[in-house]
C-alpha cells in the first residue's frame, strides 16, 4: 500500500481549487453574456432630435393649457376586445376621430398610435391592439392638435384610467 502523505493527490483532484476557480469564471461568463446582450438588443432612441425636441416644449404646454381652459378629461376602459374612451369638457363640437398615441417608456419600436372614432355624445372606440404588459405613456389629442391629455396606464389593464392635463393619470381601485 502506498502512502498518502508520500504521493498526494494532484491538485486538480481536491474540490478547493475547482471552487475557487469557478468564482472568477462567473464573473467572466456574466461579463461575456452581458456584453452580448448589449451587443444584440436595440436600443432605439427614444427621441431622435433632443434640442428641437427641447425648442417645442412651449408648443407643448399651450397644448396643455387649451385642455385646461376647456376642462377636459378622459377616461380610458377596456370594453372587451375595444378600447373604450369617455371625454368630458367644455367642447362646443364634439370630434369625429381622436388620436390616441401609447408611447413605451423604453423601447420606441412598441410605440403605437390609435385612431379613436366618435360613437356619440363624447364616447369613443376603437379595437384593442396587443400590448406587451407594463408600463406605458398614453397621450391623446384631437386631429388639429389644439390640446391634449396625457397620462399612465399599466397593461393589462382592466380599471379605468383617466387622462388629465397635467401629464399625470390615477388608476382608479
Do not use: C
Amino acid at each position: 500500500m502506498m502512502n498518502s502523505a508520500l504521493h498526494p493527490k494532484p491538485w486538480y483532484r481536491e474540490p478547493w481549487p475547482w471552487f475557487l476557480i469557478s468564482l472568477p469564471a462567473t464573473a467572466v461568463i456574466a461579463g461575456l453574456t452581458t456584453v452580448w446582450i448589449a451587443a444584440t438588443s436595440a436600443d432605439g432612441l427614444v427621441v431622435g432630435d433632443y434640442y428641437k425636441a427641447g425648442l417645442a416644449i412651449n408648443q407643448t404646454l399651450a397644448r396643455d393649457d387649451a385642455a385646461r381652459a376647456l376642462a377636459l378629461t378622459a377616461t380610458l376602459q377596456r370594453d372587451g376586445g375595444a378600447l373604450a374612451l369617455t371625454l368630458a369638457g367644455r367642447l362646443q363640437a364634439w370630434p369625429d376621430q381622436l388620436s390616441l398615441t401609447l408611447a413605451h417608456p423604453t423601447r420606441q419600436g412598441l410605440d403605437q398610435t390609435l385612431v379613436l372614432s366618435h360613437a356619440g355624445g363624447g364616447h369613443y372606440r376603437t379595437s384593442l391592439p396587443a400590448l406587451p404588459a407594463g408600463k406605458w405613456h398614453a397621450q391623446l389629442a384631437d386631429s388639429a392638435s389644439a390640446w391634449r391629455l396625457s397620462g399612465v396606464l399599466h397593461t393589462p389593464f382592466s380599471q379605468p384610467v383617466t387622462l388629465m392635463t397635467d401629464a399625470e393619470s390615477t388608476v382608479q381601485q
